[in-house]
């Protein structure tokens, strides 16, 4: 059994199918139309394999949910591109103290940056500009090709994370600094 080969699958199928994805749609923080079209995806991606005539309902009510339950998954671990950024605590109206490590931690990290070795500096100091460059861009004002990016980044923070590793204390057992 195939959808292209019973097209009557779309019109048994279609109100139930509108009816469960509006019920669970809310819940989940999805349209419910986006419920539907991945509903549908699903049933594409079983191909020949369609659910009997007596279990069409219940298979459709479980993928509605599942898809309903990956919405909600998907939702807790992605951040929306161009929202309000993060506030730091001089933001929160937090207590000066607050602002004066906050501030205290970028020396750091800065001063830390201009002592690698190499092009790193430059690269790190590009990726860490608050103009938010492309890679093509980087690459451009860099003169090095867009490829080499990835590779010569990740040198540079695994050489920064040992470099600041054998300055920060390391905590011993009870949260003890040794």
């Known amino acids: 059994m195939d959808l292209i080969q019973e097209p009557h699958l779309l019109g048994e199928l279609g109100p139930l199918l509108s009816a469960e994805a509006a019920a669970e749609a809310p819940a989940a923080g999805v349209e419910a139309a986006d419920l539907e079209q991945a509903v549908w995806v699903r049933l594409l991606e079983r191909g020949p394999r369609v659910p009997d005539p007596t279990g069409r309902a219940r298979w459709l009510r479980r993928a509605v949910r599942a898809e309903a339950r990956l919405a909600r998954r998907r939702a807790r671990h992605e951040v929306p591109y161009g929202g309000r950024p993060a506030p730091t605590p001089a933001d929160a109206g937090g207590e000066p103290e607050d602002a004066l490590l906050h501030g205290e931690e970028n020396r750091a990290l800065r001063s830390a940056v201009a002592r690698l070795p190499g092009r790193c500096p430059e690269l790190l100091a590009a990726l860490l500009s608050p103009r938010d460059l492309t890679y093509r861009e980087i690459a451009g004002e860099l003169g090095i090709s867009q490829g080499s990016l990835g590779p010569v980044r990740s040198r540079c923070l695994g050489c ?11 905590p011993g057992p009870w949260g003890k600094e040794r």
């Open 160 to 170: 920064l994370r040992r470099m600041l590793a054998s300055e920060v204390a390391v």
